[in-house]
Structure formats: C-alpha cells, structure tokens
C-alpha cells in the first residue's frame, strides 16, 4: 500500500524521470522483500527439521530405557522367583502360575490352590463366598467378575481344593453353582510390577489396575516378618487388558516409581 501511494503520488506531482525512478526503487524493494521472505521460509524449516530430528532421537532414547528396564525387570524377576521357590513360606507357593500352563487338572492345580467358580447369582457377594467356601480352608482371596456370576478364589493351601470340590452342584443363593479349575494362561497377561513400598496392601494394588480390567489375582509376596517383597504379580482377565495397565510403567505409588 506504501509503495503505490508513493507511485500515485509520484504519477501525479511528478514528471517521468521521478516516476521512472519510483517504479525502480519500488521494484528493487520487492524483490528484497521476497528474498528476505523465502530466506526465513528455509530458516524455519531447517529449525523444524533439527527439533524433529532432536524429538526422535529423544524418543529413541526412550524406548531404548524402557527395553532396557524391560530386560533388567525380566532378569530381576527371574532369580527373585527363583528366590522365592527356595526359601518362601507357603502363603507364596502358587507364584509359579505366572510362568506355566495350566492344564485344568488337580495336580497341577494343587501348585496354585484356584478354583473358578460358575453360575452364581448376580447378587452375590464376596461375603457369599467366603461363607460359603471357607469350611474348605484358609482363602487368600476372593476375585469376583463383574457380573458377579463368577468368581476365583484362592486359597492358602493346595488341600483345600479337594475340599471345594465337594462344594460342586451345590446351592449358593438358591442356584447350583459349578467348580472348575481355571486354565492360566502364559504371561502375556500377567503383569509383574517391582520398587513397591513394603507397606502396600493387595487392596491398593486392585484399586490402582482394576480400572483397566477384571482382575483374576493379585500376588503379593511377602518375607516372613510380615513385610512385602517389595513386587507382585497382576494377573488379568485379557491380554489387551494387562497391555493398557503398561501405562502405569514409572508412575508414582507413595513416592515411589514403579516399573
């Protein structure tokens, strides 16, 4: 707009030479503003261009951590398993579930005292359960579904199970509910969760992974004066499930990361 006032005024107070001379100088600025415009274009994409290759390399340092907290976690996980099957009371003696197939029958189940329970009322409750099924020995824990049509419960010791199968056909409600042995998948959905705050109780654990799905167990080992390991293992329903609750990989559980 400057430069054609400047020309309009030039056309009508001027003679042809200052005209001339206007459109010279007009042109001339133009063409610098132009150059000056496509410099900064290729300034501000080579800027891009470096904080692209600045992002990706930060999140390549990222997922190599993270595989390598993977690695570490997977080693750690090892040897306290393998700590745990030597020198940990029986509260612990079904932890190796995490790592084995199970094949639905008594025996193998007896390393892991779960029994799934079917058919119940939808009304049932925990406290339904554990009047129920509490005749057939200590219960280390109760996991209703949400339908609460059924239910794993876990017990502290192997000889309870045969117990509970007595309780097969029987009527909880006013319904015939059926035993079974569950069938443990592989470790794709369980999920082991370590650097936990020796105080932490199995109700926090379920309160912080519930919300991405129904839980089946939680493992929490625990040393002999008491205290916890320290880690647990998560075990969900779906794999999808425990894949969502990665999330959690370095949040905050009283001050301390968990990974």
């Not at 750690?76 to 084995?100: C, G, I, P």
């Not at 925990?126 to 109760?142: K, P, S």
């Not at 008491?226 to 329903?237: D, K």
Request: proline residues 2%.
């Amino acid at each position: 707009l400057i430069f054609q006032g400047w020309l309009q005024y030039e056309s009508i107070y001027g003679d042809l030479i200052q005209v001339q001379k206007a459109r010279h100088i007009i042109y001339t600025q133009r063409l610098k503003l132009t150059k000056n415009q496509e410099k900064a274009l290729v300034n501000q994409a080579e800027v891009d261009a470096k904080e692209e290759q600045k992002r990706e390399r930060l999140r390549e340092k990222d997922r190599k951590n993270k595989a390598k907290i993977r690695a570490a976690n997977k080693n750690k996980r090892l040897a306290e398993t393998q700590h745990d099957n030597d020198n940990d009371d029986d509260n612990d003696s079904d932890l190796e579930f995490e790592s084995k197939k199970a094949k639905g029958s008594h025996e193998e189940s007896s390393k892991r005292p779960i029994i799934l329970v079917s058919n119940l009322a939808s009304t049932t409750t925990e406290e339904d359960l554990l009047n129920h099924f509490q005749d057939c020995g200590a219960i280390d824990q109760i996991n209703l579904s949400s339908s609460n049509t059924s239910a794993y419960i876990t017990f502290k010791h192997p000889i309870a199970l045969e117990k509970a199968e007595t309780k097969h056909n029987s009527s909880l409600n006013s319904i015939e509910i059926k035993i079974t042995y569950p069938h443990i998948k592989e470790s794709n959905n369980v999920l082991y969760a370590s650097n936990l705050p020796e105080s932490v109780g199995i109700e926090e654990l379920k309160n912080l992974f519930n919300k991405y799905g129904n839980l089946i167990q939680i493992r929490l080992p625990s040393k002999r004066q008491g205290s916890t390991r320290g880690f647990a293992y998560i075990h969900f329903e779906k794999d999808e499930d425990a894949s969502n609750a990665l999330e959690l990989n370095g949040s905050k559980l009283e001050q301390m990361e968990i990974y």
